[in-house]
């Protein structure tokens, strides 16, 4: 069974957008494309709607085939106590969902696509989701299609953003990313931007990549497809 390949990225902002394009261009090198993960807030205060280059950086990279996620709205303001969507209630998730969806419509980044904070999403954040027009979620157990009720079954091996960073940790993400290559299904790898300035976990994610590839794994993107209605006679 082939192998399908997703890298993620997160935590993409003004201080680590140059790390993040220095991993991205590696990454065109080798014919993979990533996911995008985009907050609206982040920690110091930062605000995407304030920081215009990182949005243009944002749009030439969809343009060239990266996808787009929404990663939480204001992940400053929930990070020190639990990832922002794993507890709230249906309706404070809606409100959480409209007002970033908001943001990314006014900076032309606007997706369907949704990968809760630390991968951990509740019961009522994803009620919301459908209602709020998002189409797919990303967390812990695997990708879903919110509109065929449907899930495909799939670890993340991860570095930062509420994931280890340890050496150890890193050699076995390495091995473990060759596991799921071997014998087939999803492979997800992320990282968040301030792990790429660190030699050890860049390096840990280069060769989960480089190893899935070895293996004949087909790079992809977080994408969901529209129902194809059917012609009527």
């Known amino acids: 069974m082939t192998v399908q390949l997703i890298v993620s990225v997160s935590g993409i902002r003004d201080v680590t957008r140059d790390l993040v394009d220095a991993f991205a261009r590696d990454m065109d090198e080798r014919g993979v494309p990533l996911s995008l993960f985009v907050a609206p807030r982040l920690e110091d205060h930062y605000r995407l709607a304030r920081d215009p280059a990182t949005q243009e950086w944002l749009l030439e990279r969809r343009e060239g085939g990266d996808a787009i996620v929404l990663h939480g709205y204001d992940q400053a303001a929930t990070k020190r106590r639990r990832a922002e969507f794993s507890a709230l209630p249906e309706h404070e998730a809606r409100l959480r969902l409209l007002a970033p969806d908001r943001v990314l419509e006014e900076t032309g980044l606007r997706t369907r696509l949704f990968a809760p904070p630390r991968w951990v999403a509740s019961p009522g954040a994803i009620a919301a989701l459908p ?63 301030p792990q790429l300035r660190k030699p050890g976990p860049r390096q840990a994610i280069v060769d989960a990549v480089d190893i899935a590839l070895h293996h004949g794994a087909q790079p992809v993107v977080h994408r969901w497809e529209p129902r194809v209605l059917g012609r009527v006679a």
């Open 131 to 193: 209602q709020t027009g998002f189409r797919l979620m990303a967390d812990a157990t695997g990708v879903h299609d919110l509109d065929r009720s449907t899930v495909d079954r799939s670890r993340v091996f991860g570095i930062g953003d509420g994931a280890r960073a340890e050496p150890w940790w890193c050699r076995a993400m390495v091995i473990g990313a060759g596991r799921v290559a071997r014998r087939g299904g999803t492979l997800r790898l992320a990282i968040s931007g």
